[in-house]
């Protein structure tokens, strides 16, 4: 079992919907949660961080956490066609080297 | 936001040769940096955690001796491939993790080796 896990996609929707990315994870004792985006030959850039339960708003974006399940999504609200990229779940485990263990990224598309 | 710098953002060289890739941390102090490899359409790798003032430490498989990584400051760490060959051409990218209890990684915008 990885990790780290999301569904490589890709995630097609038409701009204005809403993308809904998930990502579970495998280390129960993990603290830090982080999704980054990932644009073609560029380099990762944060869009949100998340260490407790529940949900966390940022514009158009919400990322919601639930360790009971092991479980931390992005939703992205009012999609636009430069919101297509590859979307990475990162998460520090329990070890506390403050490594990010990476998912493998979703692929979004956001269709005009 | 936190703002990291890489240089040079692209580079080519002759096989033999060393190569050397500065990460910066402009407007924070950052204790711990690391470095990642990326090849195309495959995920981040990371190659080693650099800390300020100490050896750094690589992943298994990651050769020392040819990717030699100094942390001299609080702002600045370098990556030197040495003696590159082309199966070392890749998308090199440092992360900074900001001086004050926050474990946050924040990414240069990498450099793109390619070695003839």
């Known amino acids: 079992q990885k990790e780290v896990e999301q569904n490589s996609g890709p995630l097609s929707v038409p701009e204005g919907a809403i993308a809904s990315l998930n990502c579970t994870y495998s280390?129960?004792?993990?603290?830090?949660f982080f999704w980054y985006r990932q644009y073609s030959g560029k380099s990762p850039e944060l869009i949100m961080s998340?260490?407790?339960?529940g949900d966390k708003e940022d514009g158009r974006f919400t990322a919601q956490l639930n360790k009971a399940s092991q479980y931390v999504s992005l939703l992205i609200r009012d999609s636009q066609p430069s919101d297509s990229a590859t979307y990475l779940c990162?998460?520090?485990?329990?070890?506390?080297?403050?490594?990010?263990?990476f998912g493998q990224g979703t692929t979004l598309q956001v269709k005009p | 936001g936190a703002v990291v710098s890489q240089h040079p953002s692209r580079v080519i060289c002759k096989s033999g040769t060393s190569v050397k890739i500065e990460c910066r941390s402009l407007?924070?102090?950052?204790?711990?940096m690391f470095w990642y490899r990326q090849f195309p359409k495959q995920s981040l790798m990371l190659m080693a955690t650099?800390?300020?003032?100490?050896?750094?430490?690589?992943e298994q498989g990651v050769e020392k001796d040819k990717f030699l990584i100094n942390h001299a400051s609080l702002t600045l760490s370098t990556l030197t491939v040495t003696s590159a060959h082309p199966e070392d051409s890749s998308f090199y990218i440092c992360?900074?993790?900001?001086?004050?209890?926050?474990?946050?990684?924040?990414f240069g915008p990498g450099t793109r080796l390619t070695v003839l």
């Open positions: 992360s900074a993790r900001a001086f004050l209890g926050t474990d946050t990684q924040y």
């Open positions: 280390d129960r004792g993990s603290q830090s």
């Open positions: 998340i260490y407790s339960n």
């Open positions: 990162a998460v520090i485990g329990s070890g506390n080297t403050g490594k990010l263990i």
């Open positions: 407007d924070f102090q950052a204790t711990t």
């Open positions: 650099s800390n300020e003032g100490s050896k750094a430490t690589y």
